[in-house]
């Protein structure tokens, strides 16, 4: 059974960090692409960033931009969310995702269907 875990998620103060996991079973994920996304309450659902497997190529959202690396280590078959500097509006629950395919592009990213989701894990920022 394909399936993705997402771990990490808390309760953490403004200016704080976490890394999310994003653990995958049923399938290698080292050949496929790993989206992140959040979903913070009342608003939609939005990109974080995305890993690719061809050559790790990454896309972060504007509000991702210089605080969080996304990364994968294929020997524990999980991609990983680095989230530093925390403010308050990254308050959200964070899912990870997967086309199936090596490579996402920006249009898949941002209005495709994506096959497969974890669960979620909720990142709480606050004093």
């Known amino acids: 059974q394909v399936q993705l875990v997402e771990s990490g998620g808390g309760l953490v103060q403004p200016g704080g960090s976490l890394r999310l996991s994003c653990a995958a079973s049923?399938?290698?994920?080292?050949?496929?692409?790993i989206a992140w996304f959040r979903q913070a309450p009342g608003k939609e659902r939005e990109v974080v960033s995305c890993?690719?497997?061809?050559?790790?190529?990454?896309y972060y959202a504007d509000s991702a931009q210089g605080r969080f690396t996304i990364s994968r280590n294929n020997a524990k078959n999980t991609v990983y969310l680095q989230m530093n500097s925390l403010k308050p509006e990254d308050t959200a629950v964070y899912y990870c995702?997967?086309?199936?395919?090596?490579?996402?592009?920006?249009?898949?990213?941002?209005?495709?269907?994506?096959?497969?989701w974890g669960q979620g894990t909720l990142v709480t920022v606050s004093s």
């Open positions: 995702a997967t086309d199936m395919t090596r490579d996402m592009s920006i249009a898949t990213l941002f209005f495709g269907n994506l096959e497969v």
């Open positions: 049923g399938f290698s994920l080292e050949y496929f692409a």
């Open positions: 890993i690719n497997s061809s050559d790790d190529s990454t």
